[in-house]
């Protein structure tokens, strides 16, 4: 990040005999028979043994699956992104990537399963204390915390093959945090596009987002190529200052937003 920008988840026979009825059925009469079956739930989450095991599976739909990810949003020295998998049409995992000064770098996986969080793994590593490396795995039923273990250790590949050890962990909701993914990857509530400024640094500029309030989000968007809307806000940033906005962009190599193209949104 450019100094610039600090300041600014039967029987064969009885067999026979159903095949031919089947098939002088009314095509009609199939479809209606289709259409009112009904696919019972599947029984919800209840043991830590069933939780790993929808977790294995999950993590096998990775490479298959439509992923979609947030910009990068900083609030005071903290910095995150959110990551969001998706199966037909469902989301089943989201990933926070948080780094900053106090608590170190962290990986969290929150595992969906019929819209709530079943289980969520978090690593983290902290270089100046004395175990940097740890990872909690925290069970959940029903949006309370039933079962907590964790493991740590001050080297990244022994730490690894280490067991779990269960503690005690003070009582915390989730129920907000899945609306809170969804607004970051959706630049929505919290998350709004609101104009506050351009830094000029010395190889880019940033297109500063962030709204007027106490422990607002920030987030940057990189300009490589100027068009006239982006000339427009470098010629009156002021006049902008506080307007939301509607900005496509993508993400490089680098992880970094670049900046496609953008308007002014348009009030309700």
Not at 39 to 60: F, K, Q, R
Not at 222 to 237: I, M, R, Y
């Amino acid at each position: 990040m450019s100094p610039c920008l600090k300041n600014f988840l039967f029987t064969p026979g009885l067999f026979v005999a159903f095949i031919f009825l089947f098939a002088s059925c009314d095509k009609h009469y199939v479809n209606y028979l289709q259409e009112k079956t009904v696919i019972p739930p599947s029984p919800p989450l209840s043991t830590v043994h069933d939780i790993n095991h929808y977790a294995d599976s999950v993590n096998s739909l990775l490479p298959v699956s439509r992923i979609s990810k947030s910009l990068v949003y900083y609030l005071g020295d903290y910095s995150f992104q959110i990551t969001k998998y998706v199966k037909d049409n469902k989301p089943f995992l989201y990933i926070e990537d948080g780094n900053g000064s106090e608590h170190g770098n962290s990986r969290k996986y929150y595992y969906i399963k019929d819209n709530a969080i079943n289980l969520i793994i978090e690593s983290t590593s902290t270089l100046h204390d004395s175990t940097p490396f740890k990872t909690i795995k925290s069970y959940l039923k029903g949006d309370s915390v039933f079962y907590t273990h964790e493991k740590k250790g001050g080297d990244k590949s022994l730490t690894k093959n280490r067991p779990f050890t269960e503690i005690q962990t003070k009582p915390f909701t989730t129920i907000t945090l899945i609306g809170f993914f969804e607004e970051a990857l959706n630049q929505r509530g919290k998350f709004d596009l609101v104009f506050q400024g351009i830094a000029d640094c010395a190889k880019a500029k940033y297109l500063i987002f962030s709204k007027d309030e106490f422990n607002a989000y920030r987030t940057p968007i990189k300009v490589e190529l100027e068009d006239e809307f982006v000339h427009e806000l470098s010629t009156n940033p002021l006049r902008y200052r506080g307007e939301e906005m509607d900005i496509d962009w993508h993400l490089d190599n680098n992880n970094e937003a670049i900046y496609k193209n953008g308007r002014l949104k348009t009030k309700d």
